[in-house]
T-cell receptor, first 109, second 111 residues
């Protein structure tokens, strides 16, 4: 079966750095997406990785290791508005998006 | 604003009823996806359409159906509604194989 694992919940402090991990086992791989979702709102696209390595975009970076079936999202200089759920999703061999259950990130002052 | 529109924003109805949710994709996007998200749950993929044809099916109940019209807007029909169908229903659109852009969602409450 296809499986994506993320921690259910994480807590971090304003101004700090947090890393949200995602491991996946899917039938094929055509890319990995990270989305941010605030409570009651629509998910919004954050990043896309298809090759190994780190992609940096402002305070957010995403890393991929295809051989390990592993990705992480790194958030720096945390702000209260970063409190949200972060969803990892993998595009499989049929170009279908397989979604993780999401990681709820709580930021404390 | 993602460019994806959904109507209505809120819907309250009774058990056993039928409702229709509507979605207009971003200009140029041929793929439309429907998702269900119950309170504090993850996204559940329901169904995908590409240029009017059904492309993929997820955990969609037989009481639910969808279609995509020639102008590319899509409708999700939910019938014989049950209390457990109360959820946020999202529509997303994409250029095939790329990131999906989500509409604001329709919050369905079944009483």
């Amino acid at each position: 079966g296809q499986n994506i694992d993320q921690p259910t919940e994480m807590t971090a402090t304003e101004g700090a750095i947090v890393q949200i991990n995602c491991t996946y086992q899917t039938s094929g791989f055509n890319g990995l997406f990270w989305y941010q979702q605030h409570a009651g709102e629509a998910p919004t696209f954050l990043s896309y990785n298809v090759l190994d390595g780190l992609e940096e975009k402002g305070r957010f970076s995403s890393f991929l290791s295809r051989s390990k079936g592993y990705s992480y999202l790194l958030l720096k200089e945390l702000q209260m508005k970063d409190s949200a759920s972060y969803l990892c999703a993998v595009l499989d061999s049929n170009y279908q998006l397989i979604w993780g259950a999401g990681t709820k990130l709580i930021i404390k002052p | 604003d993602s460019g994806v529109t959904q109507t209505p924003k809120h819907l309250i109805t009774a058990t056993g009823q039928r409702v229709t949710l509507r979605c207009s994709p971003r200009s140029g996007d041929l793929s439309v996806y429907w998702y269900q998200q119950s309170l504090d749950q993850g996204l559940q993929f329901l169904i995908q359409y590409y240029n009017g044809e059904e492309r993929a099916k997820g955990n969609i109940l037989e009481r639910f159906s969808a279609q995509q019209f020639p102008d590319l807007h899509s409708e999700l029909n939910l019938s014989s509604l049950e209390l457990g169908d109360s959820a946020l229903y999202f529509c997303a659109s994409s250029v095939e194989r790329y990131e999906q852009y989500f509409g604001p969602g329709t919050r369905l409450t079944v009483t």
